[in-house]
Structure formats: C-alpha cells, structure tokens
Nanobody
C-alpha cells in the first residue's frame, strides 16, 4: 500500500515562498492521482492542487492559481508543491493525498475531471504565513 510523507512546512512572512515535498513510498502505476489538500482550523479540507500522473494534467484551486505549482520528480517518487507569494489565508495544515486505497481517512471529493476523489492521506505539515 502507498505511504505518503510530507515535509517542508514552516513559517514565513506574506510574500514569501515554501516548497512542500511528499515522499511516495511506491509507484503503483501511471493512472493515479496525487494532490495537495489543506485544512485550516474550523474549515473543511480543500483541494489545492492535483496531478493525474498518466498525462501530467494538473488542477488548481482558484485561490492559488498563478502562485502555486505542483510537480513530480522524474522517478515519480516525490510530489512537490511550490508555493510563491504566500498570503496569510494560505495558513493551514497541508496534506498529500492519493486516490489509491486502502482508505486511511475521510474520502474527499473534488471537481477535478480526472481526479474526483481522494481517500489516502499523509500525516500533514503545517504552513503558517504571517502578515
């Protein structure tokens, strides 16, 4: 079963940048989705960026378009989220996720055509952006 482990969170001032990494323990094939979600206190978990690994099709939440980039390394063993021009409203716990089971948490749906739902999660990494 796939294991996901995030790293790279931290505290930055508004306008700064961070790069999150997610180690993917095994590559289960090319027809999978990987994504970054975030959850702020008192709010629902939301999809930030996703990628369909077969075609490289990417998806972004409107709130991060033009600021965040999602990518994988050549071996497809690490998923990245490059976050630029960070804003205080980006403050949240960020989770790496996949649509490949078994499920280890809530199932969360998106409106991304090729990556409709996610059910396996990493442990999360905190991102805090100060004004």
């Amino acid at each position: 079963q796939v294991q996901l482990a995030e790293s790279g969170g931290g505290s930055v001032e508004a306008g700064g940048s961070l790069r999150l990494s997610c180690a993917v323990s095994e590559h289960t094939g090319s027809n999978i989705c990987l994504a970054w979600f975030r959850q702020a206190p008192g709010k629902e978990r939301e999809g930030v960026a996703g990628i369909y690994t077969n075609t490289g099709t990417t998806y972004f939440a409107d709130s991060v378009k033009g600021r965040f980039t999602i990518s994988q390394d050549a071996a497809k063993s690490t998923l990245y989220l490059q976050m630029n021009n960070l804003k205080p409203e980006d403050t949240a716990t960020y989770y790496c996720a996949t649509d490949i089971g078994p499920r280890n948490g809530d199932r969360v749906d998106t409106d991304w055509a090729l990556c409709a739902d996610f059910l396996r999660w990493g442990q999360g990494t905190q991102v805090t952006v100060s004004p």
